[in-house]
């Protein structure tokens, strides 16, 4: 069983910056590909970024270049990094990773971005 919590959602204006961080529990997760998923309101979840523990990092075209994703083993810890916030980034933003065929989720975190 792996619990995830993600944390560090609020309010922000355009042009600002907020960072989440999503700690795992249940199992050292070191060995996964851990994601950060969103979903607006009225369309679906879409994954935002993805985190190798070699350090390879993917990003949805429209997050390039201003998000930042990162994970600190020892902490069982992924964070992302969110810079020059437009308000199309408003959402709520989930933690996932698929470990040994299930997917686990966090509860999500509301970020909104103000025009």
């Known amino acids: 069983q792996v619990v995830l919590v993600e944390s560090g959602g609020g309010m922000a204006q355009a042009g600002g910056s907020l960072r989440l961080s999503c700690v795992a529990s249940?199992?050292?997760?070191?060995?996964?590909?851990m994601d950060w998923f969103r979903q607006a309101p009225g369309k679906e979840r879409e994954l935002v970024a993805q985190?190798?523990?070699?350090?390879?990092?993917y990003y949805t075209n429209s997050v390039k270049g201003r998000f930042t994703m990162s994970r600190d083993s020892a902490k069982n810890t992924v964070y992302l990094q969110m810079n020059s916030l437009k308000p199309e980034d408003t959402a709520v933003y989930y933690c996932?990773?698929?470990?040994?065929?299930?997917?686990?989720w966090g509860q999500g975190t509301q970020v909104t971005v103000s025009s």
């Open positions: 985190a190798w523990n070699s350090g390879t990092t």
């Open positions: 996932h990773v698929s470990a040994l065929g299930t997917d686990y």
């Open positions: 249940g199992r050292a997760l070191g060995g996964y590909v």
